[in-house]
């Protein structure tokens, strides 16, 4: 079983930006597609953004298309987040070993972190 551990949640203002991570404990992220996650009290969880593996292909969800960047090296995933605005608030999850195509989905995939807390708020 992979673990997942995610970092760089905040408290931000609207326009700000954060760098949230996402680490393999004991494993290499190369095996796998990573997903970003999102959920606000009250709504559904949302895909962000995912990459794949082996071809570093990218997926964004539209509410966030040219705000938000998604990269990878071989032990981390990042995802840029750049010109917050409120309705980007909420628990940020990192998912590995899922189908990163568009329309991406939380059930494709299999491992998860924690979770990162991310505010924007004035």
């Known amino acids: 079983q992979l673990q997942l551990v995610e970092s760089g949640g905040g408290l931000v203002q609207p326009g700000g930006s954060l760098r949230l991570s996402c680490a393999a404990s004991?494993?290499?992220?190369?095996?796998?597609?990573i997903g970003w996650f999102r959920q606000a009290p009250g709504k559904e969880r949302e895909g962000v953004s995912c990459?794949?593996?082996?071809?570093?292909r990218t997926n964004y969800v539209d509410s966030v298309k040219g705000r938000f960047t998604i990269s990878r090296d071989k032990h981390t995933v990042y995802l840029q987040m750049n010109s917050l605005k409120p309705e980007d608030t909420g628990i940020y999850h990192c998912?590995?070993?899922?189908?990163?195509?568009?329309?991406?989905?939380?059930?494709?995939?299999?491992?998860w972190g924690q979770g990162t807390q991310v505010t924007v708020s004035s």
């Open positions: 990459i794949s593996s082996s071809l570093g």
């Open positions: 998912a590995a070993d899922g189908l990163c195509v568009p329309g991406f989905g939380w059930y494709d995939f299999s491992s």
């Open positions: 004991g494993f290499t992220l190369d095996y796998y597609a």
